[in-house]
């Protein structure tokens, strides 16, 4: 069993910055990808950022250039920089381990951008 914690979260204004973290415990293996996802309210919950296996990443496009993934392997961690954010980033953020066949959750962040 794979558990996964989120930190780093809280309010920030408009163009501010904010680094998630996100530890996780357990075995990992057949790894496809660890990412972050993000879900306001009303609306589903979607891919920000991932990054698989051999190190290649992904964002969304509405955060291209302004977030980062980034990994330690050795050490289990995940992170996400986000930069230049916007109101719309508003959102709770959720670390994600997908495996195959498995797929394992955080509780999630609050990630609030308000002048």
């Known amino acids: 069993q794979v558990q996964l914690v989120e930190s780093g979260g809280g309010l920030v204004q408009p163009g501010g910055s904010l680094r998630l973290s996100c530890a996780a415990s357990?075995?990992?293996?057949?790894?496809?990808?660890m990412g972050w996802y993000r879900q306001a309210p009303g609306k589903e919950r979607e891919l920000v950022a991932a990054i698989t296996s051999g190190g290649s990443t992904n964002y969304a496009d509405s955060v291209k250039g302004r977030f980062t993934i980034s990994r330690d392997n050795a050490k289990k961690l995940v992170y996400l920089q986000m930069n230049s954010l916007k109101p719309e980033d508003t959102a709770v953020y959720y670390c994600n381990v997908k495996m195959s066949g498995f797929e394992y959750w955080g509780q999630g962040t609050q990630v609030t951008v308000s002048s």
């Open positions: 357990g075995t990992i293996f057949r790894l496809i990808a």
